[in-house]
């Protein structure tokens, strides 16, 4: 899992597995973002969700959040080699948001 | 798509330089932002404004100056640069009506030797 002063996790799985990856955060927070970093560029919004979601699907892509634990979840289904990156939650703190530490995915083909 | 462009894209200085890191978006943005990223703390926030002349700071703005001069360009300043201050940087950019939905620029690598 990932947030604030967690380390960063690293995964490697193979292609076409599954995989999961979560994220807690420390404050009420309205709506969770997941982004994704390749190497060398920066994050890009994947999915977000909102608080009055418990889940949202895009594609391959499945965020979950559990306003009662303040936490969230995104699923990748199906991996491919171009997965590999960084995963990053966000959750607005406030007036602006704060972001995880990171979980970094590789897929080996 | 929206655009985010920073610049330049690699800087090395001394300790003690100065340094100005621009950022220009075309989005029609009215929010900009400003992060540093480091391993593992993952993207911390620095400044960010919400128009032209407008500036507000971040979780971490000790050493940085920032300044919004238009709609389009946001810039950070650091006016005696420290080898702590050897990160990545990013800058954002966000429409008021879903603020928390953010476009990135490609980053700017300082290194202070």
């Known amino acids: 899992s990932q947030w604030g002063e967690e380390n960063l996790q690293a995964l490697s799985i193979q292609e076409g597995e599954d995989v999961t990856m979560n994220c807690s955060y420390k404050t009420y927070t309205t709506v969770v973002q997941w982004y994704r970093q390749k190497s060398g560029k920066g994050p890009a919004l994947i999915i977000l969700?909102?608080?009055?979601?418990r889940e949202k699907r895009s594609g391959r892509l499945r965020a979950t959040l559990d306003t009662s634990s303040q936490s969230s979840s995104l699923s990748i289904t199906g991996t491919l080699a171009t997965d590999t990156a960084v995963y990053f939650c966000a959750a607005n703190s406030g007036t602006y948001q704060r972001f995880g530490t990171g979980t970094k995915l590789q897929v080996v083909p | 798509e929206a655009a985010v462009t920073q610049s330049p894209r690699n800087k090395v200085t001394v300790t003690g330089g100065n340094v100005t890191l621009s950022c220009r978006q075309t989005?029609?943005?009215?929010?900009m932002y400003w992060y540093r990223q480091d391993t593992g703390h993952g993207l911390r926030l620095i400044h960010y404004s919400y128009g032209a002349g407008n500036l507000q700071i971040g979780d971490v703005p000790d050493g940085y100056k920032a300044t919004r001069t238009t709609q389009e360009d946001f810039f950070l300043l650091l006016e005696l640069a420290s080898p702590s201050q050897t990160s990545l940087y990013f800058c954002?950019?966000?429409?008021?009506?879903?603020?928390?939905?953010?476009?990135f620029g490609p980053g700017t690598r300082l290194t202070v030797l």
């Open positions: 969700i909102r608080s009055n979601e």
């Open positions: 989005n029609s943005h009215n929010y």
């Open positions: 954002a950019s966000s429409d008021g009506g879903r603020r928390f939905e953010q476009y």
